[in-house]
């Protein structure tokens, strides 16, 4: 390298920062060259358009600074021995500074680098690669070009980062609002599952104790998926806690949820719903049915019917009201509240898994407790489909004692 070089680019930076005042930039930017007056040429050129720069001469240097002062950017040479020319040191320091930071932009910038060493830089996750002697002005939009594209990745990441702890935290707080241990109820046996197909669910469920003998039971769905419906349900979750107290008719409790989902919700979301009111000491089960799929009662005798009376999904028709049903139960008999996720699972062939599945399933084998028969349902489903539900599935299975 010649001392007259040397001179002319140190020459070349006063004249470009002269030419280019007023024209800031900002940002860190390492400089790693074992020149000096290679540094001092390419830190004027730099202040000039108001970078802070940090410089070092050698690859442990390089790496020291990357630890302790977080550079936005590399400007390096590939060679730091006088007596070298080969480049693969630099290519040496290039990896370290990978293994340290993937994602930092780093410009290669050499005189003396073979076509080989080049597509081994570029093969190495260098940013851009520019021969010496340099053109200042050509070097100044490289930087601000991968300045700015490293600042939008690195934001891009930070935004991700943030969205995920905060599902992270979301999760958490929608899974406290579900049942911890569904409650005791005499002289029934149940068991629940809730499967979200992310990390947050439209589903919600709940068994609400009113007493020794009384319990409400219900099972919700929100239209849609993630964060949106998963607001939605936690929102509807607290209003059921305050309208259903024990002492409201399920027909009540649908007509008072509907209007408030019909005036506060936008017009093309909407909930289905079951409630229903269970009574062990009477035996009886009073429901109303807003819309969502039918839960299924299986007699001990063989035959079964659907739990559909009631009315429309909830927030479609704010004024409208709901009528209810109500049934005698018998010992042996078993319900089976669930979501779509269940019925509408489909297989590679786009078929669905079918409401007539869980029907014959839940008929074909009486003597299975509510634990056993919801884990066979659930791994049916799974088969059926070949791997993980596409949509939320919620699933209770309740067998009167």
């Known amino acids: 390298m010649t001392e007259q070089r040397i001179v002319d680019w140190q020459n070349d930076a006063q004249e470009f920062v002269g030419s280019e005042a007023g024209h800031a930039a900002s940002g860190r930017v390492l400089i790693a060259d074992d020149q000096t007056d290679v ?5 004027l050129l730099l202040k000039g358009e108001g970078y802070e720069t940090v410089t070092a001469q050698t690859p442990e240097e390089v790496l020291e600074v990357l630890k302790s002062r977080r550079p936005e950017l590399v400007l390096m040479d590939l060679n730091y021995a006088r007596d070298t020319t ?8 290039l990896k370290s500074i990978r293994a340290l930071d993937p994602a930092l932009p780093v410009i290669v910038l050499t005189g003396w680098a073979s ?12 940013s851009d690669f520019i021969q010496k002697p340099w053109d200042n002005a050509k070097l100044l939009a490289a930087l601000r070009k991968h300045l700015d594209e490293s600042r939008r990745l690195r934001e891009s990441r930070r935004r991700e980062t943030e969205l995920s702890r905060q599902i992270e935290e979301a999760e958490e707080v929608q899974r406290g609002l579900l049942p911890r241990r569904v409650p005791s109820v005499p002289g029934c046996r149940i068991a629940v599952s809730w499967k979200p197909s992310s990390a947050l669910s439209g589903d919600y469920f709940d068994v609400l104790p009113f007493g020794p003998s009384r319990f409400g039971l219900c099972i919700a769905d929100v239209v849609g998926k993630g964060v949106p419906a998963a607001l939605l349900m936690s929102n509807f979750q607290a209003l059921l806690k305050g309208t259903a107290r024990g ?4 027909s009540e409790v649908c007509g008072r949820l509907n209007s408030f989902v019909g005036r506060t919700v936008a017009s093309n979301k909407f909930i289905t719903f079951f409630y229903a009111l269970m009574d062990t000491e009477a035996r009886t089960l009073r429901f109303a049915n807003a819309g969502h799929n039918p839960p299924i009662l ?3 005798d063989g035959s079964w019917m659907r739990l559909s009376e009631g009315g429309p999904v909830l927030g479609v028709f704010p004024d409208r009201r709901y009528s209810q049903g109500e049934i005698d139960l018998s010992p042996g008999d078993r319900i089976l509240l669930y979501t779509d996720g269940l019925p509408e699972a489909r297989n590679a062939a786009g078929e ?11 008929l074909s084998r009486p003597q299975l407790d509510p634990q056993e028969l ?15 539900l596409q949509d939320d599935a919620t699933l209770i299975a309740i067998r009167v004692e």
């Open 352 to 362: 669905e898994f079918g409401e007539r599945r869980l029907i014959e399933m839940i």
């Open 298 to 300: 299986a007699r001990r």
């Open 86 to 93: 080969s480049g693969h040191d630099g290519v040496g320091l």
């Open 374 to 388: 919801q884990k066979w349902i659930l791994q049916s489903v799974t088969d059926f489909c070949g791997g993980p």
């Open 115 to 126: 076509l080989e060493v080049a597509v081994e830089c570029l093969r190495g996750g260098v």
């Open 247 to 250: 002492g409201e008719s399920p």
């Open 39 to 43: 540094l001092a040429a390419l830190r």
